[in-house]
């Protein structure tokens, strides 16, 4: 059984979605290798989704976890999104969503979190005179792969998306 955040700071949660909520969104978005999945293949994929995002926007996040203990990192306090504060007791419907989308891509196989070739150094082009040698560029960085997801959540990322920095405005 899959333990769902429901905004109270759940110390065993273990998904920002369930997969009632993963299977409405699914069916109307019109995914439709979603709905023959078994349960459990669900439950798993809604998982890898969350821990994908726990690995990569924690640090990014704005405000702080409500509960030292929570398991995930929503709910927070201290978050304003359009200049309106985000309740803390709630997983925000953005959140969520995304969690199953990123659900519904390591459901259909998709690796969320794949080693990285960080440079295979294949030559693509090379010059003797005077000594020139181009290099294909690695196009596996995992900072590209999930932009529409990345768009959603970018109102819930701190002032300079968690870089430790802080917005200015002079008066």
């Not at 003797?128 to 596996?140: A, I, K, R, S, W």
């Amino acid at each position: 059984m899959l333990n769902t955040e429901t905004g109270a700071g759940l110390p065993n949660a273990e998904s920002y979605a369930s997969v009632a909520q993963a299977d409405a969104r699914c069916a109307a978005l019109g995914v439709t290798d979603w709905a023959p999945r078994a349960e459990a293949d669900k439950e798993v994929a809604l998982r890898n989704a969350t821990q994908f995002m726990l690995a990569n926007y924690r640090q990014r996040w704005a405000g702080r976890r409500v509960y030292q203990a929570q398991a995930l990192d929503w709910p927070r306090y201290d978050v304003c999104v359009d200049s309106f504060p985000v309740p803390s007791t709630i997983v925000p419907v953005e959140i969520t969503n995304a969690c199953i989308d990123l659900a519904a891509r390591a459901g259909a196989g998709e690796q969320l979190m794949p080693d990285l070739d960080t440079g295979s150094n294949v030559v693509k082009r090379d010059k003797t005179g005077p000594l020139e040698t181009e290099y294909f560029q690695n196009t596996t960085d995992a900072r590209e792969r999930f932009v529409a997801v990345d768009a959603a959540l970018q109102p819930y990322f701190g002032a300079a998306g968690g870089s430790g920095m802080i917005k200015l405005v002079r008066g």
